[in-house]
């Protein structure tokens, strides 16, 4: 007895995934493009600009979540070194203010090089460093703001087809990944406790040195930019065929 049971419980389950996956349908202000057009980014470029609107709030049936202000999980700095420096609560303002620079697709040979560019972004955070330097002992927690300007990311994807329910999908991975920041500024409060002074001194310090910092963190900034942009474009193309997304 208790074995049907289990098998009913499981084609209920199975019932219950497959009511989901058939409820999201495009939103009815995307045009679907052409994959054969020329000019296949312009219609891309247009999509966007008809999503831009509901871009702060979310797009459910698209996976795009909130991106004013987008939320992100915590990251952690120099996990093996002697000083560890966790971001957690991390807020990102003004990433719906995105524009596309460059958007190259190969649907024959399953290809999409595109570049996005933030003019702004702030992100606000909660920071923890733990550890020693030289002879400090840090265990510090506060809040972290930071500005970044012309903050741009290039990526090269390349997709693996497979059929499902008789029609074609894709699955993608990273081939390339590279991102830059024009300006940065980083204030980081109460650094040294209730020591101001030091920590205004730190802070400039910091921001003295910031372009090296961020070519330190560019393997944790460009972990954190790929698991996002794959989550959502990975759900996108499993719960849409190619035929949907894309018309002959």
Same mark, same amino acid.
């Given at each position: 007895?208790? =074995?049907?049971? +289990?098998?009913?419980?499981? $084609?209920?389950?199975? /019932?219950?995934? %497959?009511?989901?996956?058939?409820?999201?349908?495009?939103?009815?202000?995307?045009?679907?493009?052409?994959?054969?057009?020329?000019?296949? *980014?312009? $219609? !891309?470029?247009?999509?966007?600009? /008809?999503?831009?609107?509901?871009?702060? #709030?979310?797009?459910?049936? +698209?996976?795009?979540?909130?991106?004013?202000? +987008?939320?992100?999980?915590?990251? $952690?700095?120099?996990?093996?070194?002697? !000083?560890? !420096?966790?971001?957690?609560?991390? *807020?990102? =303002? *003004?990433? %719906? &203010?995105?524009?596309? &620079?460059?958007?190259?697709?190969?649907?024959?040979?399953?290809?999409?090089?595109?570049?996005?560019?933030?003019?702004?972004?702030?992100?606000? %955070? @909660?920071?923890?460093?733990?550890?020693?330097?030289?002879?400090? @002992?840090?265990? #510090?927690?506060?809040?972290?703001?930071?500005?970044?300007?012309?903050?741009?990311?290039?990526?090269?994807?390349?997709?693996?087809?497979?059929?499902?329910?008789?029609?074609?999908?894709?699955?993608?991975?990273?081939?390339?990944?590279?991102?830059? !920041?024009?300006?940065?500024?980083?204030?980081?409060?109460?650094?040294?406790?209730? *020591?101001?002074?030091?920590?205004?001194?730190?802070?400039?310090?910091?921001?003295?040195?910031?372009?090296?910092?961020?070519?330190?963190?560019?393997?944790?900034?460009?972990?954190?930019?790929?698991?996002?942009?794959?989550?959502?474009?990975?759900?996108?193309?499993? =719960? =849409?065929?190619?035929?949907?997304?894309?018309?002959?």
């Amino acid at each position: 007895m208790r =074995y049907y049971a +289990l098998i009913t419980a499981a $084609c209920l389950c199975l /019932a219950a995934a %497959s009511d989901i996956k058939s409820s999201y349908s495009l939103p009815s202000y995307i045009s679907p493009c052409n994959k054969t057009d020329p000019n296949i *980014h312009k $219609c !891309v470029e247009a999509n966007i600009e /008809a999503l831009r609107p509901n871009l702060k #709030e979310g797009v459910p049936s +698209l996976f795009i979540p909130a991106l004013d202000p +987008l939320v992100i999980p915590p990251t $952690c700095v120099n996990e093996e070194d002697q !000083v560890k !420096v966790t971001f957690k609560d991390i *807020h990102i =303002y *003004h990433a %719906s &203010d995105f524009a596309l &620079d460059q958007f190259d697709i190969d649907l024959v040979n399953h290809e999409v090089n595109l570049t996005i560019v933030f003019p702004l972004l702030r992100i606000k %955070s @909660t920071y923890n460093v733990n550890g020693k330097f030289l002879v400090v @002992t840090f265990d #510090e927690s506060g809040p972290a703001d930071g500005n970044y300007t012309n903050f741009r990311v290039f990526l090269g994807l390349k997709g693996s087809p497979y059929i499902e329910n008789g029609e074609q999908h894709l699955k993608w991975e990273k081939e390339t990944i590279n991102t830059t !920041v024009g300006e940065s500024h980083v204030v980081l409060d109460k650094l040294f406790g209730n *020591h101001t002074d030091i920590t205004d001194k730190t802070n400039n310090l910091i921001n003295e040195n910031i372009q090296v910092i961020i070519n330190d963190l560019q393997p944790v900034i460009q972990g954190v930019v790929s698991d996002f942009i794959f989550g959502i474009v990975n759900k996108l193309f499993s =719960y =849409y065929s190619v035929k949907q997304l894309f018309v002959s």
